[in-house]
């Protein structure tokens, strides 16, 4: 892959990132007030991020 291609995904994660963070911070506080813990959400969010760093490694394997 050429490097402005590489240039390109690593700034479009970094924009995901900036994107995806405000939820994350209210999905948090939201847990954190909530009467019982909402272990499904915080599983997902671990997924997610899991699976978007198989993809960053997979781009860059290629």
């Known amino acids: 892959m050429d490097n ?3 240039i390109l995904w690593a700034i479009g994660g970094i ?3 900036f994107m995806i963070l405000p939820g994350v911070k209210a999905s948090m506080q ?3 007030e909530a009467e019982e813990s909402h272990w499904g959400t915080v599983i997902l969010l671990a997924v997610v991020v899991m699976a978007f760093v198989m993809l960053l490694v997979y781009s860059v394997q290629s």
Do not use: T
Request: aromatic share 12%; hydrophobic share 55%; net charge positive.
């Open 4 to 6: 402005w291609m590489q």
């Open 15 to 17: 924009l995901l990132l």
């Open 30 to 32: 939201k847990s954190r």
